[in-house]
């Protein structure tokens, strides 16, 4: 049975990786030439996942060698890097290869890549990332800039930051990882506040040779370490975002409020104060970003951006910010998921359509009309503050049992009921209402109808629903 996986990023490498396990050859799709998905595509200075790395690691694929807490972007590449040429995914990998369309013909998909060679598959996992395609808002004069301009996910690495005098956009994670690693390195930086955020403070210890030697030599005690560690985050975090009165939520917040205390002018300490509560947002986790705005050198506009000129941006207060270098920090466009890709299913119809005004589908994986077609970190999953890691898998290994059946020739095609996922969408949009993300912010949780575009429910029932498939949710043939 041919199955095409479309991406070689962490979950592409997870899928191929799980396939080969059950004997399946797969086919990886990678419209780039290197794999690593977003690490490959973010390689902005002070780069770094504010999730724990012994979470952010494969189960199957420990590492004991993390140099630190919270690891490097470039750590985590080679890591992935590592566990392709150790699993011998990459001889599956077809780098320069777009899927440009997908459509359901009979039983099979005829996938097209590059829009031009048509090939077909009994099965497709799309592993398309969530947060890939940048977001660039149209900047009135953007183009007149006469110095570089670039998004933080396309970093120009031939533009030199010393002794310059360079403005961020954003203050969202990105933004304020970069402010970390250059305000020291400039000689002027500006950083342009839209809306202030809450920000977690969390030191990044290293871990020493002996921590690491301790975890190579006792596996199963290093195995401890990483359950407990993910254990209590993602039970922590997960009970917090839906349960805004619990404990955990309270400790959280009192955290992120103390570390704002720590700025000591008052003036600046209001700017830097969100109209919203903790975690509304996705939490921000930084050790020292307070300490970098504080920084002689860095100045926090909050005016609204007007527009570009030549000489730099000129904010709605009349000012003109004068510029060498401007990073556009502004995030990403998470409603695209597989898109631009066309993919057409059963009928003629067309995803698209389906996902409008926002994308739905049966617990994350699956979409009524598309059959043998599977999502790994698709719509609405659990994603604030987990290990997207771990929710892959989770899902692969759910998708697995689905798959396994057409690949015994058991089934032919199977696809989620109409039924099961408007049930679940109608509960999952219920629960909703009570999380911390519907408190009062703008985010990018939010889909286009306003709900949080996430997993709405308790960690536990991810888990839970993960476990196996509900025959009577889905239809086969
Ligand atoms: P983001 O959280 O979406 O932040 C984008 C920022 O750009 C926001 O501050 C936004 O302002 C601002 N912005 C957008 N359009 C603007 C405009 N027209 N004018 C002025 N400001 C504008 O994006 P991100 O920082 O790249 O992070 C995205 C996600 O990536 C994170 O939430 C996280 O999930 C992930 N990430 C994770 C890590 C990590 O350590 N694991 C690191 C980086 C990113 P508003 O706030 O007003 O909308």
């Known amino acids: 049975m041919r199955v095409a996986v479309i991406g070689a990023g962490m979950a592409g490498l997870l899928a191929a990786i799980e396939l080969r396990r059950h004997g399946l050859e797969p086919v990886v799709f990678e419209k780039a030439d290197r794999l690593g998905g977003t690490w490959r595509d973010n390689t902005y200075p002070g780069l770094s996942c504010d999730v724990p790395a012994h979470s952010y690691t494969f189960s199957f694929a420990r590492n004991p060698d993390w140099t630190r807490h919270y690891a490097g972007g470039a750590e985590i590449r080679s890591y992935f890097e590592r566990v392709a040429h150790q699993f011998d995914v990459e001889r599956d990998i077809n780098y320069s290869s777009e899927v440009t369309s997908l459509v359901w013909r009979g039983d099979r998909w005829k996938l097209t890549v590059n829009e031009t060679k048509v090939e077909e598959f009994a099965v497709v996992i799309a592993a398309t990332g969530v947060l890939h395609h940048p977001n660039i808002p149209t900047f009135d004069g953007l183009n007149t800039f006469e110095g570089d301009v670039f998004h933080s996910a396309r970093w120009n690495h031939d533009v030199a930051f010393d002794g310059k005098r360079v403005g961020v956009i954003g203050t969202g994670s990105t933004a304020v990882q970069i402010t970390s690693a250059l305000v020291n390195r400039v000689d002027e930086f500006t950083l342009f506040q839209r809306s202030a955020q809450w920000v977690l403070p969390a030191p990044n210890p290293e871990f020493s040779d002996d921590e690491r030697a301790a975890f190579r030599a006792d596996p199963d005690g290093h195995e401890e370490f990483v359950r407990e560690l993910a254990l209590t985050m993602f039970q922590r975090t997960s009970s917090a975002v839906i349960e805004p009165d619990s404990i955990e939520y309270q400790k959280i917040a009192a955290l992120c409020r103390r570390n704002l205390a720590t700025v000591r002018n008052d003036d600046l300490r209001a700017r830097l104060t969100p109209d919203h509560e903790p975690m509304c947002r996705r939490l921000i986790v930084a050790a020292d970003f307070y300490e970098c705005i504080q920084q002689p050198n860095a100045n926090l506009v909050t005016s609204a951006i007007a527009r570009f000129e030549p000489a730099g941006i000129r904010t709605t207060d009349g000012e003109l910010h004068e510029l060498d270098v401007a990073v556009l920090a502004t995030g990403f466009r998470p409603d695209r998921f597989i898109r631009p890709t066309r993919v057409i299913g059963v009928d003629e119809v067309d995803l698209d359509d ?72 109608q509960e999952r949009r219920a629960a909703a209402t009570s999380t911390i993300w519907m408190s009062g912010c703008s985010s990018w949780y939010l889909d286009a109808t306003g709900i949080p575009a996430s997993w709405t429910f308790s960690y536990e029932r991810f888990v839970d629903e993960m476990h196996q498939p509900r025959p009577d949710a889905f239809v086969s043939h």
Do not use: K
Not at 369 to 391: A, H, K, V, W, Y
């Open 354 to 425: 389906v996902w409008t005004p926002a994308p739905i589908a049966y617990l994350s994986v699956m979409v009524p009309g598309f059959p043998n077609l599977f999502l790994l970190n698709g719509p609405n999953g659990p994603i604030g503050n987990f290990s997207l890691i771990e929710i892959a898998e989770r899902q692969m290994a759910y998708c697995m049992q689905l798959i396994s059946r057409v690949a015994s020739h058991e089934i032919t095609a199977i696809e989620p009921t109409l039924n099961a996922t408007q049930e679940f969408e």
